[in-house]
């Protein structure tokens, strides 16, 4: 009887298994499988064994500190971007209404740069800076400010950055405010009575109860920004030079420019596991005080 | 400590109020002695919360006055006065151990901290909380929450009053009646003013020495639990307090004889010549009516019995109305058909709702 339901069982969960087994484990087993494998025209495989991972995590081979430049720069704007995001959208989620006909408005316009594609983004921003006919561009250069994203590197770092906190910051906001919103009034009421000031409120209230959200702003913002390819890509193509060229670019640089299939997927992999791991740390970090808690909130 | 008056107190929740039936809470003449302690009674939407919270000062009242002694702090803010509230649903500070969200107030208020220390092992002993000083208060029961948003009320030395509103609401049933009695030991060992807002009147009648009801945004009476039974001021008493409520019955009175129907019932007092545009109704409370077999009486018919723990209470109908009714001990009754024997000492006349005061016959005992 109970093995009858179990093997109705195992049929009802198989299209899934295909599913994730086409989706996920064949194209990554495809991916491990040409990180040992060195390759040349006429599909010609040749077994390097772990060599490229090897000389992809010595920084003194071509490839590794090719590798290192990239991922050093990459984890430098993931760190600006959670820098600048997460308190920027704390304070615009604390400075939106409660309540009132605003709320929707303000909710709608916060909403507006999430809808818009990441190449329109690049668009935009690439028209925007320019220096001749763009608006950003043009007022800056014409108050005496030298300013030219496509050819000075820090320009160009301090566009992107503008660009990704403009396009991002409003999902953080919004996370905080919902986190906010869920606040029962009785929390503030009480904090009046015990006489604590603002700051106290953000502290002991505010700042707890958005815990949660603020983890899922922190995981979401950090690998976002960690793989960041098309708005880089389109504004300066990973340019001035290889200022702008972050992770994602190189690899696709590596795999589809010069078709080193190998090295590019030994990258892969390993670009993969460092995602992972920050994931993890960040989650261990901000979940740390919830282990001993109980599931119960008031 | 402070005397705590409310003068031709009105609150409006809508800007610019025209009638009375655009304010929540209607006008309002009442004064809580230092040291009492009450019970805010009322059906939920009565404005028993609004009344709390113009009292600590979380919301301002659109008229009026509040007077703590003979200082005017209508428009003082919630922090410069001393009151304390504790919520319906427990505030706790989450990242706080209950050491600390003991001492929360007083650090806001740069209490040096030795004494800030005494004061927070002073209080939680009060509250038995000691054996949890040093730990999260996010990991306690709803119960231990709810007494430590007393303690951080308790513990500020000024505080002159408490205000609870509906604190029992996610206590379990068992846990109610140790922190009631909790409640009550503290307020006989503090000279604390509390004021409790509940709409059970086991809770009300219990905890408060006086007790203040609300019906629709008024207070329609203000008494000791005995007064609220004996002598309901307003029908809507009658009803809400008791169970089951008091029996009301539209009739008609001349002089110290009421006409239920065909029915006379004689009184014990005489009353004034009630208007035909009043509404004049007879109250009594179902433990004075007794049901007996049929015979002299008020004939009615046994719908439904009763068992309601200490005692038995008939359903019955007279003339298409409902009534309840105490059972005696030993009642047999064939049938349906009985007759209800009204204690005469213990019917009150309304009229409109309100209680007329009768004149009472010379000669005879009341």
Known sequence: MTKTLNNKAWLLVLPVFLIVAFSAVLPLMTVVNYSVQDTFGNNQFFWNGVGWFQELLDPSTDLGGRFFDSLWRTLLFSAIILLIEVPLGIAVALAMPREGWTVALSLVLMALPLLIPWNVVGTIWQVFARGDIGLLGWVVNHLGIDYNYTGDPLDAWITIVVM?????????????????????????????????????????????????????????????????????????????GNATTFLSIDLVKLALGQFDLGKAAAMSLVYNLIILAICWVFYTIMTHGDARKEGVEA | MARITLDHLAHAYKPNPQGPHDYALKEINHVWSQGGAYALLGPSGCGKTTLLNIISGLVRPTRGRILFDDRDVTDLPTEARNIAQVFQFPVVYDT???????????????????????????????????????????????????????????????????????????????????????????????????????????????????????????????????????????????????????????????????????????????????????????????????????????????????????????????????????????????????????????????????????????????
């Open chain 1, 164 to 240: 990704d906190v403009w396009h991002w910051t409003s999902l953080v906001a919004l996370l905080c405010y919902a986190g906010l919103k869920s606040i029962p009034d009785a929390y503030y009421q009480a904090a009046r009575i015990d006489g604590a000031s603002r700051w106290a409120v953000f502290r002991t209230i505010q700042l707890p109860k958005m815990r949660r959200v603020l983890l899922i702003a922190v995981l979401l913002r950090f690998m976002d920004s960690f793989m960041i390819y098309t708005e880089p890509f389109v504004l300066t193509g990973g340019g001035p």
């Open chain 2, 96 to 366: 706080m151990t209950v050491r600390e969200n003991l001492a929360f107030p007083l650090k806001n208020r740069h209490v040096p901290r030795d004494k800030t220390a005494q004061r927070v092992e002073e209080i939680a002993r009060l509250l038995d909380l000691t054996s949890v000083l040093d730990r999260k208060a996010s990991n306690l029961t709803a119960d231990m929450k709810q007494k430590i948003s007393l303690g951080r009320g308790l513990v500020r030395p000024d505080v002159a009053a408490i205000l609870f509103d509906e604190p029992l609401t996610v206590i379990d049933p068992h846990l109610k009646w140790q922190l009631r009695s909790t409640l009550k030991e503290i307020h006989r060992a503090l000279d604390i003013t509390m004021i409790y807002v509940t709409h059970d009147q086991t809770e009300a009648l219990t905890f408060a020495d006086k007790v203040v009801v609300m019906h629709d945004g008024a207070v329609v009476q203000t008494g000791t639990p005995d007064e609220l039974f004996e002598r309901p001021a307003h029908t809507f008493v009658g009803h809400f307090i008791g169970s089951p409520g008091m029996n009301i019955l539209p009739c008609q009175v001349e002089g110290a004889t009421a006409f239920l129907g065909s029915e006379t019932i004689s009184l014990q007092r005489r009353y004034r010549t009630l208007n035909h545009k009043e509404q004049v109704e007879l109250g009594i409370r179902p433990e004075f009516v007794q049901i007996q077999p049929k015979g002299a009486g008020l004939p009615v018919r046994i719908r439904r019995i009763d068992d309601i723990g200490r005692a038995r209470i008939a359903r019955v109908e007279m003339n298409g109305r409902m009534m309840a009714a105490s059972v005696p001990e030993n009642l047999s009754v064939s049938g349906d058909e009985a007759s209800l024997r009204l204690d005469p000492r213990h019917i009150h006349i309304y009229a409109d709702g309100h209680l007329v005061a009768g004149e009472a016959l010379g000669g005879q005992a009341a």
